[in-house]
């Protein structure tokens, strides 16, 4: 069974710069959530995507968007970086219907860094 | 609206002894709770979780917790700490958003377990 997996690891923008984060769901799930981890913080919802359409978002602006293809994988973009929004962007997968209350299977995270 | 705070930003236990890790929740509706750990440089695991069948909760790794609806607690302990454990944790509660049919978690801020030889 194949985790989540995340890319880039790490990665330095500067203020103004766009970024994109791609993850790739745990085999057999169809739903993946994003996450944003400031230092020393627990992680705050960002979106969660179901079939390809955003089914839930955050207290993010629009400058967060995101994508999800037909395979289940997703993207986090992040348009007009500002310092703030270095963290650790974590991305989750799971099941939707009634048998999912929540359970998320987290990947290790893209570390972004905005100078 | 959900929160979730953690008491104790840095709890430092003896190995072999007793962990109890503090989180309480504020819910609007019966909760779904949960404890999830991050090691250095990783990912969030799941150690247990909450889901309105029994109130004591066991976990993966000798971790137990404790739904106390009149306390609104969900407190994580662990009778003898290990070296393994020095890790973060935290504690969650999940809510479904309204006519959406998702799920989101709202995260404590963390508490950061150091074990001592």
């Known amino acids: 069974e194949t985790g989540v997996t995340q890319s880039p690891t790490h990665l330095i923008k500067t203020r103004g710069q766009q970024v994109t984060l791609r993850c790739s769901s745990q085999s057999g799930h169809n739903t993946v959530s994003w996450y944003q981890q400031a230092l020393g913080q627990g992680p705050q919802f960002i979106f969660q995507?179901?079939?390809?359409?955003?089914?839930g978002r955050g207290n993010f602006p629009p400058r967060f968007s995101g994508l999800q293809f037909p395979n289940y994988s997703s993207e986090l973009n992040v348009n007009a970086l500002e310092l703030d929004d270095s963290a650790l962007y974590l991305c989750?997968?799971?099941?939707?219907?009634?048998?999912?209350?929540?359970?998320?299977?987290f990947g290790e995270g893209s570390r972004l860094t905005v100078l | 609206a959900q929160s979730v705070t953690q008491l104790g930003s840095h709890v430092s236990v003896s190995e072999g002894a007793l962990v109890l890790l503090r989180c309480n929740y504020s819910s609007s509706v019966p909760p779904y709770l949960f404890w999830y750990v991050q090691y250095p440089n990783q990912g969030l695991q799941l150690l247990l979780k909450y889901t309105s069948a029994a109130t004591l909760v066991k976990g993966i790794n000798g971790f137990e917790a404790e739904f106390k609806k009149s306390e609104t607690s969900f407190h994580l302990t662990k009778p003898s700490a290990h070296m393994s454990d020095a890790a973060e944790y935290f504690c969650a509660v999940s809510r479904e958003d309204s006519g959406a049919g998702s799920y989101q978690l709202t995260f404590g801020k963390g508490t950061k377990l150091s074990v001592i030889p």
């Open positions: 989750a997968s799971s099941t939707p219907g009634p048998t999912n209350t929540g359970e998320l299977f």
């Open positions: 995507y179901y079939r390809e359409e955003e089914n």
